[in-house]
């Protein structure tokens, strides 16, 4: 009974293990980024600010009411009639304004859809950072797993030297030298752990629950390469979110130069105001024959707008070379694993048959230690070319703006995220 009690229970914690490690997925820690992280409100808060812009600079056609009360310390006038002190309602709507009013609102139109790409781009950024943060203890993780089997390789070498010191004194120092090798590999086991722990600790940050260690999986794992990058090629770079934000901010300076250079120009006004003495309506044109501000203004938008053109072509430059790098990154990277595993394998072998070797005393502890060395060597390589191609995944994914479509969203909605 009591056999079957701990075999049940084994089966159990064996059964929810996983759902453990799949809960804290990188799939699963960039969703929930996705829906509650600050960097999207705020995302969203900036939209919003867009759109209070537009309506400001759409109230340009709508009357201006105020009331005003004057009071006369003095007056003198030409013409007969004297100014009252009485309080009045003056109004005043703009008439014509050479297209000044209707490229402002455009401006800011192209603002609010430049910051509803930027909480695209917030979001894609935002999930490179995740994944970077997710491979970067992935591999610190890879890299503790071989150190510990060279430390285990180290310590059965120590114990086998210790006896044989026990007969054999004038031996010690080989067992100085095995034990300098073996604190060189804990050495480096603490630095990967300190590596490892500061990607756990800033993936916190984005994660409903702890990140812990043993949850650590692959992302890429056996996936075809030439079928991911099909899978996630963006043919058309229009629909990049970074490249579309850019084009806005272009149509917007675009817009504010027309604007600048309008407000140069008279601007005609329909007038009023009333008083209990007094009623008058009449058309104000106003117009700023001296203004080296306005001057300047429109060269600051001519200055804006060639600034926001340039980097227009930078980023299509920037996302192609970023797509072309990681493409052939990938390749490489799992080309160079393929070969490292097997000079794994090769280098086992050499391992074991130099343990024989030192056994038959026909090697010497240098020549066994420099194994272990090499084939800790080889296997390091093999971890850095598995990651190197993981990283270059997740880097074709950013230039592709892919990343949320990969982790499972599909759609945006801007006031409230959902899968």
């Known amino acids: 009974m009591k056999k079957s009690y701990y075999t049940l229970l084994s089966v159990g914690l064996f059964l929810f293990t996983p759902s453990l490690s799949q809960a804290e997925s990188l799939k699963q820690i960039l969703q929930y980024a996705f829906t509650q992280h600050p960097n999207l409100d705020e995302a969203r808060a900036n939209i919003r600010v867009a759109e209070s812009q537009t309506k400001i600079s759409e109230a340009g056609h709508h009357p201006v009411i105020s009331l005003s009360q004057n009071k006369i310390l003095a007056q003198k006038h030409t013409y007969q009639g004297e100014r009252r002190s009485d309080p009045s309602i003056n109004g005043r709507i703009n008439l014509y ?61 120590i114990a086998d030297l210790k006896t044989i010191v026990s007969y054999d004194p004038g031996r010690t120092f080989e067992l100085n030298e095995a034990m300098t090798r073996r604190n060189q590999v804990e050495t480096n086991i603490i630095r990967q752990e300190r590596i490892l722990h500061t990607n756990l600790s800033q993936l916190g940050r984005y994660s409903q629950n702890e990140v812990d260690e043993n949850s650590l999986q692959d992302p890429f794992a056996s996936q075809d390469t030439l079928a991911f990058l099909k899978r996630y090629r963006n043919e058309n770079l229009a629909t990049n979110p970074t490249y579309l934000a850019q084009e806005k901010e272009f149509e917007s300076t675009e817009s504010a130069v027309k604007a ?13 105001s009333a008083s209990r003495h007094e009623r008058e309506v009449y058309v104000g044109v106003s117009w700023d024959i001296y203004n080296s501000a306005t001057k300047h203004e429109a060269e600051r938008s001519r200055h804006s707008q060639a600034a926001a053109n340039a980097k227009l072509r930078s980023i299509k430059l920037e996302v192609e070379e970023k797509a072309r790098t990681a493409e052939l990154e990938m ?89």
């Open 260 to 272: 600048a250079e309008a407000r140069r120009l008279p601007s005609i006004n329909l007038e009023g």
């Open 97 to 157: 304004s050479w297209g000044a009013v209707e490229a402002e609102i455009e401006r800011d139109k192209h603002r609010v859809e430049y910051y509803q790409h930027k909480f695209s781009e917030t979001r894609e950024t935002m999930g490179q950072t995740i994944g970077q943060y997710y491979l970067g203890a992935l591999r610190a993780k890879e890299n503790i797993a071989i150190y510990q089997e060279s430390l285990a390789r180290h310590d059965k070498l």
């Open 331 to 419: 390749f490489r990277s799992q080309k160079l694993a393929k070969t490292t595993q097997r000079q794994i394998k090769l280098q086992r072998k050499v391992v074991d048959d130099t343990e024989l070797q030192f056994d038959i005393a026909t090697k010497s502890l240098l020549n066994l230690l420099d194994a272990y060395q090499e084939l800790t060597s080889v296997q390091a390589e093999e971890v850095a070319a598995r990651n190197d191609y993981r990283d270059a995944a997740l880097l074709y994914l950013v230039s592709q703006a892919k990343v949320a479509n990969w982790a499972g969203f599909s759609t945006l909605n801007l006031t409230e995220e959902g899968k």
